[in-house]
T-cell receptor
Framework: DAGVIQSPRHEVTEMGQEVTLRCKPI?????LFWYRQTMMRGLELLIY????????DSGMPEDRFSAKMPNASFSTLKIQPSEPRDSAVYFC????????????FGPGTRLLVL | GQQLNQSPQSMFIQEGEDVSMNCTSSSIFNTWLWYKQDPGEGPVLLIALYKAGELTSNGRLTAQFGITRKDSFLNISASIPSDVGIYFC???????????FGAGTTVTVRA
């Protein structure tokens, strides 16, 4: 299996611009997670989906962040408008049939907002 | 999720030495996971533990799920240069679904 695929790997944008991060989970995995990693706060869960349905978005920082999962093989995390404090590494992870199943992480998208 | 206490924060070791790190929590966990993150990459799962007292090995790596269910440790035997990276513990508390992560242990190996 190819593992979790994320794109782009790197993104540099200006404050106020819209940013869209993409994720393809491992085939057959029912759960998809979006995390943000910063030096100050470590890894934080933003939102997770089960069978394409958002279950808990309590970790989403504010209304500027939104996530969708239109089908089992694709999810997006959008930031609009972006701000410099959104600069971080954003990871997508997926797991198979259960919240207590092991999560497999993608390579991450390194976002820099100028 | 709650923050786990992971120690040490960083370590410099000589190639061939054994490495030990641990994670503790104030509450009981059902699952402990150990990940390694290389520069510019995402965390990669090394070992998963699901039972108190469980001891699991993966090559030169050995991890244990503490009897109290509030701690776990990871050992790396006979370290080699490719062991360089950041090691994270993660756990699932009882009655929660969010993985809690440690702050990471940065390992640097001197040849």
């Amino acid at each position: 299996d190819a593992g979790v695929i994320q794109s782009p790997r790197h993104e540099v944008t200006e404050m106020g611009q819209e940013v869209t991060l993409r994720c393809k989970p491992i085939s057959g995995h029912d759960y998809l997670f979006w995390y943000r990693q910063t030096m100050m706060r470590g890894l934080e869960l933003l939102i997770y989906f089960n069978n394409n349905v958002p279950i808990d978005d309590s970790g989403m920082p504010e209304d500027r962040f939104s996530a969708k999962m239109p089908n089992a093989s694709f999810s997006t995390l959008k930031i609009q408008p972006s701000e410099p404090r959104d600069s971080a590494v954003y990871f997508c992870a997926s797991s198979h049939r259960g919240l207590r199943e092991t999560q497999y992480f993608g390579p991450g998208t390194r976002l820099l907002v100028l | 999720g709650q923050q786990l206490n992971q120690s040490p924060q960083s370590m410099f070791i000589q190639e061939g030495e054994d490495v030990s790190m641990n994670c503790t929590s104030s509450s009981i966990f059902n699952t402990w996971l150990w990940y390694k993150q290389d520069p510019g990459e995402g965390p990669v799962l090394l070992i998963a533990l699901y039972k108190a007292g469980e001891l699991t090995s993966n090559g030169r790596l050995t991890a244990q799920f503490g009897i109290t269910r509030k701690d776990s440790f990871l050992n790396i035997s006979a370290s080699i240069p490719s062991d360089v990276g950041i090691y994270f513990c993660a756990g699932l508390p009882v009655n929660d679904y969010k993985l809690s992560f440690g702050a990471g242990t940065t390992v640097t190996v001197r040849a």
